[in-house]
Structure formats: C-alpha cells, structure tokens
C-alpha cells in the first residue's frame, strides 16, 4: 500500500479520531457536558457490583434512594457491558468510556461499509468523516448508552448486508443479535433501522434471505417494545423511579415551538457542530431526489421517525444535544450527497471536508480535559469520610444531579430545597440513619441555605451539617 492509498482508506481516519479521545480518557464523569448522565450510569453499575446484576430490575441511587433504587429505564446492557469489563480488569470508571470508543469505531465504519454501497467510495467517506467529527465525536467517549446502542444497531445491519451478499446463513445470528441489544440499550436507535430499506429494495440476494432479515428484525423491534411498552409501565406499577417523561403531541409541539432557535441549532450546528457542514446538509436535501427511488424512501422514513421522536420528546430536543444521536448517520449520508455535487473538483470537496473535520472537532475538544474549576468534586469522598462514619448515608441538597451523590461514593438522597422543609422527608432521613446534610458551597443559589435544626460542622467548598 502506498502513501496515497493509505491517506484515502477510512480505518486511517477511524484510528486517528480514536486516537485523538484517548487523550483524558481516565478521566472521571465531572464534566460540564452530561456529567450527570455519565455519573447515573455509573451508578447503575455500582449497584450491580453491590447487589448483582439484575437486568431486568436496574437500579441506581437516583431519586434519593436510602439504599438501590429501581428505576424504570432502558434495559441496562450497556451498564452490564461496563460491570462484567470490570470482573475482568477490576473496578475503573473510565472502562465505560473505552467501551464507548470502541463502539463508535465499530459502528462509524459499518456505516461507511453501508453507505458505500449505496453512494460509492467518495461519497462514504465523505459522510464517515462527517460522521466522525459529528457530536459522535464527544459522545462516543461518554459513559452512556446512546452511542454504544447505535452503533450496535448499525453493525447489526451491515452484518445483514454481508449475510444477504455472501449467502452465509450463520451472519445473520449475530446481526439480530446486536440490532436486538442495540435497540434494547436505547429506544431512540430504532430510527437506524431506516438503512435497511435499500437492502429490501435491492434485486440481489435471495428472496428468503430478505424475508428472514425482515422477520429478525421485527423480533428485535418487538423485543424492544416489550422492554418500554410492557415491562418499563410494570416497574413503574412496583414503585420505580420513572427517568422518561413522553409528552402528548401538542405538549411536545409546544415545547418544540416555545423555543425554536435552541430547536433549530440542532441541525443548523449541534448535530455536526459545524456551521460549514450546513450547507452540505441542506444542499443534500434538493441533491436526495435524484438519487434511485430506495434512497428517497429511506430519507422520508427518517423524516417521519425524527417527526414523531421530536413531538414525542419535546423539550429534550433543545436542551440535551444527544437526542440526535440517532440521526446524526442519516443526517451525514445526506451531506456527504451535497458534497458529491463537487465531484468533478475534488481538491475542493476534500478542502471542505477538512474544513468540517477540523471545525468539529475544535468545536468539542473542550470534553477532552477537565475544567480546573470542577475538580474540588474529585474530593468529596474523602472529605466525608472524616468526618462521617463510611456507612451512613448522606443527603446531598442540589437537583436531580446525581454527580455528588456519585463522587460521595455513598448511598443517600439527591435532597430538592422544597423537600428539606417537609417532616416526611426529615422522618425518612432519621429513619435511615442520615445524621448529616451536604451543601455544594461553590454554586452560589445554595450558599445561603441553612436546614432547620441543623448545626454547622464542617465548611469548605462543601458545608456539612449535622442534623439531630
């Protein structure tokens, strides 16, 4: 292989993205961006390392749990992932992270493999490299299931072209398994399936062999319903803690509407967090029609699935960035056709493409560091063990946040400020044994709360009350 074939091969540029998020790769879940969703996910592998791994009944300290709570969420395989590494290698947060990464690079390449076939070699790279500096770029390092499960899903399905074009009948084992797993890991993934159109539009292969992968498939979708749709609704019956929130149509719509620049940043940046990447996307769009008729259908489904996902989700759209996830390969295929327009220069397209690789990434590479000013959290373990005893369970006064909690490295309460002043709440604490309240003294709307009945017994940048 030569030097102008190696720079053209895309595991190069897989490789080298990979090698770039190695860089702070050990660091623990205290960033700004989703630390939070990192720290609860963490979490559900701690209370399988305490109580076992009971996949059918996850838990977490989430909602102010005395001990493990059960939550009603997606089926935690991803958390399961991070807690059998950990049988192996020992315990290590950032294992989540290396799973993540290396799920990324799995499922970036078997998207390039699909689009490939569908739009040739330029036009696959194109995307894969827009794919790769997309928001998959901080999010397939993150420990959370949102990049884990889509790539699943999309190895699942380039398995099911290497099946359907090879004839090997034994392929199609493990690709309903990881379309199953993946779908089961994270619901939203279910809108990658769209990939499988142009594979049931093609004249290839057998036509039981486009039966079977379609029967697999919908056994993988109706596993995944009976995960959200029977079993969640059950645990939330036996008192579970519920983490998702669907909105009716017209509550989603209106949350949608009531801030519609934060909606549209979504596609305007935040997908590809690139503004150069834009105008590829949008000149994809009028590209899209000339392509054959199976591409068309596959853009229209996913324009149907994003409809219903952002009417049903609402708000999360324009507050949390890795709703997107799913749609970003799609989203990627169509600006990689806007950049197939300039085939006949390609030192241009190739200009443009960088252009959008570097600003993608220089747009993310604050999630591979720590902010200096977040790094009193790493230490509030060890501040609480000197002065509470190991085993007592702390109420730590902030939000939903379960990042303290996390850092405490203790069972206890992520106490609201409203549930500091009910009786039922204090009788709660006294009744499990909280003998002590923690306060994040750094955040300034805290600072000037004192429980009632409490007495002051440590202040730095925690204040740890003691309460009778």
Known sequence: MNWRELIRDFRLYILLFAAIRLIGITNPPAEVHHGWRQAGTLMMVRAMEEKGPEIFYPGSAVAGADRWQVIASEMP?????????????????????????????????????????????????????????????????????????????????????????????????????????????????????????????????????????????????????????????????????????????????????????DTMSRFTFTTFYSYTAFPAFITGLFMIRKERWALRITFIAALILLTIYMLKVGNCIPEHDYYMIPFAPVMALIAALGLGLLERWPAVSYLIIAAIAIEGVANQQHDLRLPEEIHYKLNLASELDEIIPPDEPVAIVGDLNPQDLYFSDRHGWMAQLNELKTPEFRSRLNAAGCRHIVINNRREWLRGIVPDSSKLVFSGNWRIFAIP
């Open 77 to 261: 395989l991803y958390a399961w992932t991070i807690y059998a590494s950990n049988l192996i290698t020992g315990e290590a947060h950032w294992m989540g992270r290396l799973i993540s990464l290396l799920a990324c690079c799995a499922g970036v390449w078997s998207f390039y493999r699909i689009v490939r076939r569908l739009l040739g070699e330029q036009r696959a790279f194109f995307a894969g490299i827009i794919l790769l500096s997309s928001l998959w770029f901080m999010f397939g390092r993150k420990v959370m299931p949102d990049i884990f499960s889509a790539s699943l899903v999309l190895a699942g399905i380039e398995l099911a072209w290497m099946a359907r074009m090879s004839g090997r009948f034994w392929m199609h084992i493990p690709s309903f398994a990881l379309i199953a797993v993946g779908l089961l890991a994270k619901m939203p993934s279910v809108a990658l399936l769209v990939f499988l159109i142009p594979l049931f539009a093609d004249a290839g292969g057998s036509l039981w062999q486009r039966g079977l992968i379609a029967a697999y498939t919908l056994l993988a979708v109706i596993l995944m319903g009976a995960w959200y749709f029977v079993w969640v609704p059950e645990l939330l019956r036996l008192g579970a803690f519920q983490l998702y929130w669907p909105k009716t149509v017209s509550e989603g719509w209106s949350e949608l509407i009531a801030r519609p620049q």
